[in-house]
């Protein structure tokens, strides 16, 4: 499991984004102005395997075909290159939705702690077993938030 989510961390925010998609789009459109197909390429297979530089290469492959297999080509291209983002990033939401219940089940015991302070303990000892379950619960809230919202975040932002 951790080394899925290294690679699927080093894969989404490393390997894929385009250090400068707009230059790449630019340069693209240069070239295809300049009819010069083979350095368009040449500069797509500069890019490696990102998704969008795979998905433009497809386009200019098939440049000079009827619109419709243009499109289909796209569609599929598209296809592939969603799957291959997309792929081991189910497991995030789960993750997502089970440290937001850890964390308010930490919560809870927190409280109940707290509670049961208040109406047993020694005068003396109440403030700082009070102290002691209010800080579990706080930590326990804090650590399933720390875990949970990067979990959506990223799952949301590739999916």
Known sequence: M???SIERYHTLLKAYPMKD????FD????Q????????????CEKQGQ?????????ALLRARQPEALIENALEISIHEAQQSIQR????????????????????????????????????QQK??????????????????LAVAIPCMEIGRAHV
Do not use: C, W, Y
Not at 21 to 24: L, M, R
Not at 50 to 58: C, I, L, N, T, Y
Not at 100 to 105: A, P
């Open 50 to 58: 990102k998704p969008v530089a795979v998905v433009v290469k497809q």
């Open 2 to 4: 951790l080394f899925r």
């Open 127 to 144: 403030s700082a077993l009070l102290a002691a379950g209010i800080s579990t619960a706080m930590n326990a809230t804090m650590m399933g």
């Open 88 to 123: 081991r990033t189910a497991f995030l939401s789960t993750i997502a939705n089970v440290a937001t219940l850890l964390g308010l089940f930490g919560t809870i015991a927190g409280l109940i702690s707290s509670f049961e302070a208040v109406g047993q303990a020694d005068p």
């Open 21 to 24: 998609p707009q230059g790449f």
């Open 32 to 43: 295809v102005v300049a009819g010069r197909m083979d350095e368009a390429l040449a500069h």
């Open 27 to 30: 340069e693209i459109g240069r």
